[in-house]
């Protein structure tokens, strides 16, 4: 794990990945929100951020997609950040469902708990942790302002996406007010249903999440800005939970080839978090069943097998 790389090594890595499947065709544009279906499907970023805060990017790596789950890891930051380890562990959890990241059954069967933050259900229950309590518009701002520290610069609402995401949040409707019979949710449920839809429709690019990813990398410290975000107690508890939950079903599969604890997003990123070395971002619309972008995907693999490091 502690194998020394250097820069001309990593950037090579990226280049080639980058080459070897830009042109690739496979998966679709999530069509279950119609702004998502809508993307140029063409549209490929790969950023890499360094502990010294050096970036390597290639591509579309600043176009402005959709964070949609990648948002999770965000808000479990700032969960922690104002609850601290323990008290998330109680109010959510950390275990991995093995199910989709929208399932309901996934609430039944944990007995009442939402099980991670990085599932939908835990997700909308971190939002509604997020202080002050009652205050959504405080509360919006808390999220914001934990994404920018970590982003190093701020994202942007991407209204349209907001809209298309409202319109058609059936689910996660029945998700929010399923967590409140079971006493899992900590604020009004419809409120903390249209946090979690917002923070999903803010526009990130490829190269904030990189930065976001190699602030968990660096101990909480923002390599970019130099601002420490969290405590360094809480990066080992934020890797484990991306480790464990960060592609939903397919995460075994996922860790078993790649290597790196990440994180997917239906707006085609993924924010991968290698301890020690670097933060590293891929962002491409067309996604595989699971609702995992396949370039991004690609890429990452690619890039960490050819470096030839891994988490374990
Ligand atoms: O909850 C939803 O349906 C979306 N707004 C976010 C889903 C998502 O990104 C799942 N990840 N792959």
Known sequence: MNKTISVSQIKEAAQEAYEQFKDNTGGKNADYIPYL???DKNLFGISICLLDGKIITLGDSSYRFGIESVSKVHTAILALR??????VLKMIGADATGLPFNSIMAILLENDHPSTPLVNA???TACSMVQPVGNSDKKWEAIVSNITDLCGSAPQLIDELYKSETATNFNNRSIAWLLKNYNRIYDDPDMSLDLYTRQCSLGITAEQL????????NNGVNPVTKKPVFDASLSPKITSLVATVGFY??????LYTSGIPAKTGVGGGVMGIMPGHFGISAFAPPLDSSGNSVKAQLAIKYIMNKLGISIF
Do not use: C, P
């Open 210 to 217: 990189s930065i976001a990813a190699a602030t968990v990398a």
């Open 249 to 254: 079903e397919r995460t075994g599969d996922w």
């Open 122 to 124: 835990g997700a909308i």
């Open 82 to 87: 104002q609850y601290g380890a323990e008290k």
């Open 37 to 39: 279906a809508n993307i």
